[in-house]
T-cell receptor
Framework: NAGVTQTPKFRVLKTGQSMTLLCAQD?????MYWYRQDPGMGLRLIHY???????AKGEVPDGYNVSRLKKQNFLLGLESAAPSQTSVYFC?????????????FGPGTRLTVT | DQQVKQNSPSLSVQEGRISILNCDYT??????FLWYKKYPAEGPTFLIS?????DKNEDGRFTVFLNKSAKHLSLHIVPSQPGDSAVYFC????????????FGAGTQVVVTP
Protein backbone atom coordinates (compact mmCIF):
# COMPACT_ATOMS: atom_id res chain seq x y z
CA ASN A 1 0.00 0.00 0.00
CA ALA A 2 1.97 2.99 -1.33
CA GLY A 3 -0.55 5.66 -0.24
CA VAL A 4 -0.09 8.84 -2.29
CA THR A 5 2.78 9.01 -4.76
CA GLN A 6 3.96 11.93 -6.87
CA THR A 7 6.02 12.00 -10.05
CA PRO A 8 8.54 13.56 -10.55
CA LYS A 9 10.24 14.45 -7.26
CA PHE A 10 12.27 17.31 -8.75
CA ARG A 11 12.07 19.30 -11.96
CA VAL A 12 13.73 22.38 -13.42
CA LEU A 13 11.89 24.21 -16.19
CA LYS A 14 12.69 27.21 -18.31
CA THR A 15 10.14 30.03 -18.49
CA GLY A 16 7.47 29.17 -21.05
CA GLN A 17 7.96 25.40 -20.93
CA SER A 18 5.13 23.07 -20.01
CA MET A 19 4.95 20.03 -17.79
CA THR A 20 2.56 17.68 -16.04
CA LEU A 21 2.80 16.50 -12.45
CA LEU A 22 1.25 13.13 -11.73
CA CYS A 23 -0.40 12.13 -8.48
CA ALA A 24 -1.58 8.59 -7.79
CA GLN A 25 -3.35 7.12 -4.77
CA ASP A 26 -4.18 3.51 -4.01
CA UNK A 27 -6.62 4.06 -1.14
CA UNK A 28 -9.75 4.33 -3.32
CA UNK A 29 -10.28 7.91 -2.11
CA UNK A 30 -12.93 10.04 -3.77
CA UNK A 31 -11.38 13.45 -3.12
CA MET A 32 -8.01 14.66 -4.38
CA TYR A 33 -6.23 18.00 -4.01
CA TRP A 34 -3.24 19.89 -5.33
CA TYR A 35 -1.46 22.37 -3.03
CA ARG A 36 1.60 24.53 -3.36
CA GLN A 37 3.86 25.45 -0.47
CA ASP A 38 5.86 28.64 -0.47
CA PRO A 39 8.09 29.98 2.31
CA GLY A 40 6.12 31.73 5.03
CA MET A 41 2.75 30.97 3.44
CA GLY A 42 1.80 27.45 4.42
CA LEU A 43 -0.02 25.33 1.86
CA ARG A 44 -2.43 26.90 -0.61
CA LEU A 45 -5.00 24.95 -2.58
CA ILE A 46 -4.63 25.10 -6.37
CA HIS A 47 -7.35 22.75 -7.65
CA TYR A 48 -9.31 19.86 -6.26
CA UNK A 49 -11.57 17.02 -7.37
CA UNK A 50 -14.51 15.42 -5.59
CA UNK A 51 -14.66 12.39 -7.85
CA UNK A 52 -13.59 10.88 -11.14
CA UNK A 53 -14.24 13.27 -14.00
CA UNK A 54 -14.72 16.33 -11.75
CA UNK A 55 -12.40 19.27 -11.05
CA ALA A 56 -12.80 22.63 -9.33
CA LYS A 57 -10.71 25.70 -8.64
CA GLY A 58 -9.07 26.33 -5.33
CA GLU A 59 -7.48 29.44 -3.88
CA VAL A 60 -4.67 29.94 -6.44
CA PRO A 61 -5.71 28.26 -9.74
CA ASP A 62 -4.28 30.72 -12.28
CA GLY A 63 -1.66 29.22 -14.60
CA TYR A 64 -2.60 25.62 -13.76
CA ASN A 65 -4.96 23.03 -15.21
CA VAL A 66 -5.97 19.65 -13.85
CA SER A 67 -7.61 16.44 -14.97
CA ARG A 68 -9.08 13.44 -13.13
CA LEU A 69 -9.77 10.88 -15.84
CA LYS A 70 -9.27 7.96 -13.46
CA LYS A 71 -10.27 7.86 -9.81
CA GLN A 72 -6.76 7.02 -8.65
CA ASN A 73 -4.94 9.72 -10.64
CA PHE A 74 -4.96 13.51 -10.47
CA LEU A 75 -2.79 15.42 -12.94
CA LEU A 76 -1.59 19.01 -12.55
CA GLY A 77 -0.49 20.81 -15.70
CA LEU A 78 1.52 23.97 -16.23
CA GLU A 79 1.01 25.15 -19.82
CA SER A 80 3.56 27.99 -19.79
CA ALA A 81 5.72 27.97 -16.69
CA ALA A 82 6.63 31.24 -14.96
CA PRO A 83 9.23 31.92 -12.23
CA SER A 84 6.33 32.65 -9.82
CA GLN A 85 5.41 28.96 -10.08
CA THR A 86 8.66 27.94 -8.43
CA SER A 87 7.37 26.06 -5.41
CA VAL A 88 6.92 22.70 -3.75
CA TYR A 89 3.75 20.97 -4.93
CA PHE A 90 1.85 18.51 -2.79
CA CYS A 91 -0.95 16.22 -3.79
CA UNK A 92 -3.40 14.90 -1.20
CA UNK A 93 -6.38 12.60 -1.09
CA UNK A 94 -9.19 11.91 1.34
CA UNK A 95 -12.05 9.43 1.64
CA UNK A 96 -14.53 12.24 1.37
CA UNK A 97 -14.77 15.89 2.28
CA UNK A 98 -16.13 17.80 5.23
CA UNK A 99 -12.89 18.36 7.06
CA UNK A 100 -13.23 15.48 9.52
CA UNK A 101 -11.75 13.05 7.05
CA UNK A 102 -8.02 13.54 7.13
CA UNK A 103 -6.10 14.23 3.97
CA UNK A 104 -3.17 12.00 3.09
CA PHE A 105 -0.30 13.80 1.40
CA GLY A 106 2.29 12.72 -1.12
CA PRO A 107 6.01 13.45 -0.65
CA GLY A 108 5.96 16.54 -2.86
CA THR A 109 7.49 17.75 -6.13
CA ARG A 110 10.05 20.52 -5.99
CA LEU A 111 9.73 22.66 -9.12
CA THR A 112 12.13 25.42 -10.12
CA VAL A 113 11.33 27.71 -13.04
CA THR A 114 14.26 29.74 -14.34
CA ASP B 1 -6.24 37.34 3.20
CA GLN B 2 -4.93 34.62 5.47
CA GLN B 3 -7.78 33.20 7.53
CA VAL B 4 -5.57 30.91 9.60
CA LYS B 5 -2.54 32.39 11.30
CA GLN B 6 0.35 30.89 13.17
CA ASN B 7 2.22 33.88 14.52
CA SER B 8 5.22 32.01 15.90
CA PRO B 9 7.45 30.81 13.07
CA SER B 10 9.65 28.84 15.43
CA LEU B 11 9.72 27.28 18.88
CA SER B 12 12.61 25.73 20.78
CA VAL B 13 11.88 23.44 23.72
CA GLN B 14 13.88 21.10 25.90
CA GLU B 15 13.29 17.39 25.72
CA GLY B 16 10.73 16.31 28.32
CA ARG B 17 9.13 19.76 28.60
CA ILE B 18 5.82 20.91 27.15
CA SER B 19 5.55 22.39 23.66
CA ILE B 20 2.65 24.78 23.11
CA LEU B 21 1.81 25.80 19.55
CA ASN B 22 -0.78 28.47 18.87
CA CYS B 23 -3.12 29.15 15.98
CA ASP B 24 -5.67 31.92 15.39
CA TYR B 25 -8.42 32.08 12.80
CA THR B 26 -10.72 34.78 11.50
CA UNK B 27 -13.52 32.85 9.78
CA UNK B 28 -16.26 32.00 12.29
CA UNK B 29 -17.69 29.45 9.81
CA UNK B 30 -14.77 27.07 10.36
CA UNK B 31 -16.08 24.01 12.17
CA UNK B 32 -13.22 21.55 11.95
CA PHE B 33 -9.60 22.09 12.86
CA LEU B 34 -6.60 19.88 12.19
CA TRP B 35 -2.91 19.80 12.99
CA TYR B 36 -0.39 18.36 10.55
CA LYS B 37 3.25 17.58 11.14
CA LYS B 38 5.88 17.84 8.42
CA TYR B 39 9.43 16.57 8.27
CA PRO B 40 11.87 17.93 5.64
CA ALA B 41 11.46 16.44 2.15
CA GLU B 42 8.24 14.68 3.17
CA GLY B 43 4.56 15.49 2.84
CA PRO B 44 2.53 16.64 5.85
CA THR B 45 1.04 13.90 8.00
CA PHE B 46 -2.14 14.19 10.03
CA LEU B 47 -1.61 14.55 13.77
CA ILE B 48 -4.85 15.39 15.55
CA SER B 49 -8.14 17.17 14.91
CA UNK B 50 -11.02 18.77 16.76
CA UNK B 51 -14.59 19.56 15.89
CA UNK B 52 -16.06 22.94 16.81
CA UNK B 53 -18.56 21.24 19.12
CA UNK B 54 -15.69 20.24 21.42
CA ASP B 55 -13.15 22.30 23.33
CA LYS B 56 -10.53 19.60 23.84
CA ASN B 57 -9.28 16.50 22.12
CA GLU B 58 -6.49 14.28 23.36
CA ASP B 59 -4.42 11.59 21.66
CA GLY B 60 -1.50 10.28 23.65
CA ARG B 61 1.06 13.04 24.12
CA PHE B 62 -0.91 15.45 21.92
CA THR B 63 -3.83 17.59 23.07
CA VAL B 64 -5.63 20.24 21.06
CA PHE B 65 -7.64 22.97 22.78
CA LEU B 66 -10.24 25.10 21.02
CA ASN B 67 -11.51 28.47 22.26
CA LYS B 68 -14.24 29.46 19.82
CA SER B 69 -15.00 32.80 21.41
CA ALA B 70 -11.38 33.84 20.98
CA LYS B 71 -11.06 32.06 17.61
CA HIS B 72 -7.95 30.39 18.95
CA LEU B 73 -6.64 26.87 19.16
CA SER B 74 -3.49 25.41 20.60
CA LEU B 75 -1.59 22.16 20.38
CA HIS B 76 0.15 20.83 23.50
CA ILE B 77 2.85 18.17 23.23
CA VAL B 78 3.77 16.58 26.55
CA PRO B 79 6.46 15.45 27.02
CA SER B 80 8.36 16.74 23.98
CA GLN B 81 10.70 14.27 22.33
CA PRO B 82 13.52 14.75 19.77
CA GLY B 83 11.37 13.07 17.10
CA ASP B 84 8.83 15.88 17.52
CA SER B 85 11.24 18.29 15.81
CA ALA B 86 9.30 19.22 12.68
CA VAL B 87 7.10 21.93 11.17
CA TYR B 88 3.55 21.93 12.51
CA PHE B 89 0.70 23.30 10.42
CA CYS B 90 -2.68 24.32 11.74
CA UNK B 91 -5.55 23.90 9.25
CA UNK B 92 -9.26 24.67 9.26
CA UNK B 93 -12.26 23.63 7.23
CA UNK B 94 -16.01 24.19 6.94
CA UNK B 95 -18.54 21.38 6.53
CA UNK B 96 -19.70 22.59 3.13
CA UNK B 97 -16.24 23.22 1.66
CA UNK B 98 -15.68 19.82 0.05
CA UNK B 99 -12.87 19.15 2.50
CA UNK B 100 -10.84 22.15 1.39
CA UNK B 101 -8.34 23.14 4.06
CA UNK B 102 -7.01 26.59 4.93
CA PHE B 103 -3.50 26.26 6.32
CA GLY B 104 -1.47 28.47 8.59
CA ALA B 105 2.14 29.28 7.72
CA GLY B 106 3.53 26.69 10.10
CA THR B 107 5.67 26.65 13.25
CA GLN B 108 9.11 25.04 13.24
CA VAL B 109 9.61 23.12 16.49
CA VAL B 110 13.10 22.15 17.63
CA VAL B 111 13.39 19.82 20.62
CA THR B 112 16.81 20.04 22.24
CA PRO B 113 18.37 17.37 24.49
Amino acid sequence: NAGVTQTPKFRVLKTGQSMTLLCAQDMNHEYMYWYRQDPGMGLRLIHYSVGEGTTAKGEVPDGYNVSRLKKQNFLLGLESAAPSQTSVYFCASSRTGGGKYEQYFGPGTRLTVT
Amino acid sequence: DQQVKQNSPSLSVQEGRISILNCDYTNSMFDYFLWYKKYPAEGPTFLISISSIKDKNEDGRFTVFLNKSAKHLSLHIVPSQPGDSAVYFCAASTTDSWGKLQFGAGTQVVVTP
